[in-house]
């Protein structure tokens, strides 16, 4: 089971950190990734993060302003996000799967089995 926290609102500049805890799930999972859908838009790949080597990847529209860790004594994974713009604004899931993902494939939604329940963030003025 995925459990995301951590959403809220913000106004646009500000920052947030979203958590991924997994529990009940095998812990050789292969990867962990944060999606994200927007109200009316199609839910999209955000970023991901390999467990075995700890490879991180991001969508464009994120490059520089968020952050993917974690900690695997806590079995959890976070997403740092500054620089918020109203454009993040949405729903986001973690997802994770005991696949090999192709790592260039890392935010198609069918490469992932297991999904949390997602978190609301908001960015407003």
């Known amino acids: 089971q995925l459990v995301e926290s951590g959403g809220g609102l913000v106004h646009p500049g500000g920052s947030l950190r979203l958590s991924c805890t997994a529990s009940?799930?095998?812990?050789?999972?292969?990867?962990i990734a944060w999606f994200r859908q927007a109200p009316g838009k199609e839910r999209e790949g955000v970023s991901c993060?390999?467990?075995?080597?700890?490879?991180?990847y991001y969508a464009d529209s994120v490059k520089g302003r968020f952050t993917i860790a974690r900690d695997s004594a806590k079995n959890t994974v976070y997403l740092q996000m500054n620089s918020l713009k109203p454009e993040d604004t949405g729903v986001y899931y973690c997802?994770?799967?005991?696949?090999?993902?192709?790592?260039?494939?890392?935010?198609?939604?069918?490469?992932?089995?297991?999904w949390g329940q997602g978190t609301q963030v908001t960015v407003f003025s």
């Open positions: 997802a994770t799967d005991l696949q090999a993902i192709p790592r260039d494939e890392w935010s198609l939604m069918g490469h992932y089995g297991s």
């Open positions: 993060i390999i467990r075995s080597d700890g490879s991180t």
């Open positions: 009940g799930l095998p812990t050789d999972y292969y990867a």
